[in-house]
């Protein structure tokens, strides 16, 4: 799809997404599975990411997700974790959970294993939210390695939080 963001690029795409929270007086609260934190850490990386940072959430099994996010053991059943449903449960259970205005959450396939016909390795899902806003969540199909498709998947999130 696109190419894979090094750490200078990842790093700007944090501080610009930093100076836009920041000027909207947005807190962001993320919800990450296939990143394991990876887009909560490249945003702390940031000095003085308190002021637009409220905190990040890793939530790799189900259960996790259903306790910490309020994602409906129903959706996973039914869709399962790596799906739209569940981005978008995810997301909206992070604003609910937190102090934060704006969200993000990420559920995907980074491989190397995992992935099926219909769901093949680089399949990721992410949601924005407002609070008080409708969710907006976006498919991609990443190429490469599992480090290839969790960096692709963080320079997509953290694009996405600069139109919510």
Request: charged share 20%; aromatic share 6%; hydrophobic share 45%.
């Amino acid at each position: 799809m696109s190419s894979t963001p090094d750490d200078t690029a990842l790093e700007a795409l944090a501080t610009a997404t930093g100076r836009h929270l920041l000027a909207a007086r947005d807190m962001l609260v993320t919800a990450e599975s296939c990143t394991g934190g990876w887009i909560a850490k490249v945003m702390t990386d940031v000095a003085g990411s308190s002021a637009w940072f409220d905190c990040g959430l890793a939530v790799y099994s189900y259960e996790a997700k259903q306790a910490l996010l309020g994602v409906r053991p129903q959706t996973l059943e039914a869709e399962g974790a790596v799906s739209r449903d569940t981005a978008i449960e995810m997301v909206a259970g992070a604003l609910v959970r937190s102090g934060a205005s704006v969200a993000v959450a990420v559920t995907g396939i980074a491989g190397p294993g995992g992935g099926t016909d219909d769901k093949p390795v680089g399949t990721v899902w992410i949601a924005w939210k407002r609070r008080g806003g409708y969710p907006r969540a976006e498919l991609f199909h990443f190429e490469g390695d599992r480090d290839a498709v969790r960096r692709q998947t963080v320079a997509a999130a953290l694009r996405g939080l600069e139109v919510l």
